[in-house]
């Protein structure tokens, strides 16, 4: 089974400043697909970006940009210009067909 | 449309009572998952569906049940509750194809005291 992982379980970072989370993934697929996920105090899930594998082009959603690293199975998250609104978890997934899974997540603070 | 709806938002149950958490969704959606969040964690896989009548098990199945019995409701059903099944319960689901995103519920709250 595939399995991801987030090493930082919490960051923080003053409000208009770069902040990038980490995410390393194990499979043995080729072909999938990558996510990450913000989760505001709210409990909603909300999609941010996603990343296809068999694309080189690093996706990017107005200010947030990822670095995938296809060889060392790592998937991270830059957000630029940082917002108060940013403060949440952000969760990074893999789904391959019907398999998706989360990471543990990592708890972003940004501060005014 | 209403997307990915779950019932109740929030349940107290003891040790040992039975519980089914129900979840719809009206996108005609062929995948759809069950998730358990507890606290500070990540999301974890309970069961996943693919369709009407195919379930299958996830990372945490033990102590819950599934039915698919119309492409619309994933009911998830606890059998004997126990204090670690105290978590946020997400439904989700999605269409086949494999870049498209997850629509997720709202969550249930379940506490087991």
């Known amino acids: 089974a595939q399995t991801v992982t987030q090493s930082q379980p919490e960051m923080s970072v003053q409000e208009a400043e770069t902040v990038t989370l980490s995410c390393t993934y194990d499979?043995?697929?080729?072909?999938?697909?990558l996510f990450w996920y913000k989760q505001p105090p709210s409990r909603q899930m909300i999609l941010v970006i996603r990343?296809?594998?068999?694309?080189?082009q690093n996706a990017t959603e107005n200010r947030f940009s990822v670095n995938f690293q296809k060889a060392a199975k790592s998937f991270s998250l830059k957000i630029s210009d940082s917002q108060l609104g940013d403060t949440a978890m952000f969760f990074c997934?893999?789904?391959?067909?019907?398999?998706?899974?989360f990471g543990a997540g990592t708890r972003l603070t940004v501060k005014p | 449309n209403a997307g990915v709806t779950q019932t109740p938002k929030f349940r107290i149950l003891k040790i040992g009572q039975s519980m089914t958490l129900q979840c719809a969704q009206d996108?005609?959606?062929?995948?759809m998952y069950w998730y358990r969040q507890d606290p500070g964690m990540g999301l974890k896989l309970i069961y996943y569906?693919?369709?009407?009548?195919?379930?299958d098990k996830g990372e945490v199945p033990n102590g819950y049940n599934v039915s698919r019995s119309t492409t619309e409701d994933f009911p998830l059903r606890l059998e004997l509750a126990a204090p670690s099944q105290t978590s946020v319960y997400f439904c989700?689901?999605?269409?086949?194809?494999?870049?498209?995103?997850?629509?997720f519920g709202s969550g249930t709250q379940l506490s087991v005291l």
């Open positions: 989700a689901s999605r269409q086949t194809d494999d870049n498209e995103k997850l629509f």
């Open positions: 499979t043995s697929e080729s072909n999938y697909y």
């Open positions: 990343q296809e594998a068999y694309k080189q």
């Open positions: 997934a893999f789904m391959k067909h019907y398999d998706m899974r």
């Open positions: 996108m005609n959606h062929n995948y």
């Open positions: 569906s693919v369709g009407a009548g195919i379930t």
